[in-house]
């Protein structure tokens, strides 16, 4: 018997962006490079090889986010234990407004995310470095 979605990927991303803060590229791109934001890149390391990525972003696959933010949780990193504003990206924002919404409920905070993702900031033309 074939599954039935009641809520479907871009109602739970409409959902996400009404309890986060979306960025654009012009407004991440004025942060980029403040040593208060960390910017953090979820997209999958086959995404960053062929793309590249924000110059300084910190990778962190989106599978394990959650896992590296929880101090409990064995797989902690302390990028996710400082006192700075955290900047999620994918390619183009949906995987990040969930990231970002789940990083807020879990009190990781302040954070926000860009909209459009790295495809707005490549075509804005700001900065990419290879991976």
Not at 61 to 74: A, T, V, Y
Request: net charge negative.
């Amino acid at each position: 018997m074939p599954q039935t979605i009641h809520t479907g990927i871009k109602q739970l991303v409409a959902e996400a962006e009404k309890e986060i803060e979306t960025l654009s590229a012009d407004e991440a791109r004025a942060l980029h490079g403040d040593d208060s934001c960390v910017f953090v890149d979820l997209r999958d390391i086959r995404e960053l090889k062929r793309e590249g990525t924000i110059p300084g972003a910190v990778h962190v696959p989106r599978g394990m986010l959650e896992f590296w933010i929880d101090p409990d949780s064995p797989y902690h990193k302390d990028i996710f234990n400082q006192d700075v504003r955290y900047i999620f990206f994918c390619a183009s924002g949906w995987r990040s407004a969930l990231a970002t919404q789940s990083a807020m409920r879990m009190g990781l905070k302040p954070a926000a995310h860009i909209g459009g993702g790295f495809k707005a900031w490549v075509e804005n033309r700001y900065p990419v470095e290879p991976k």
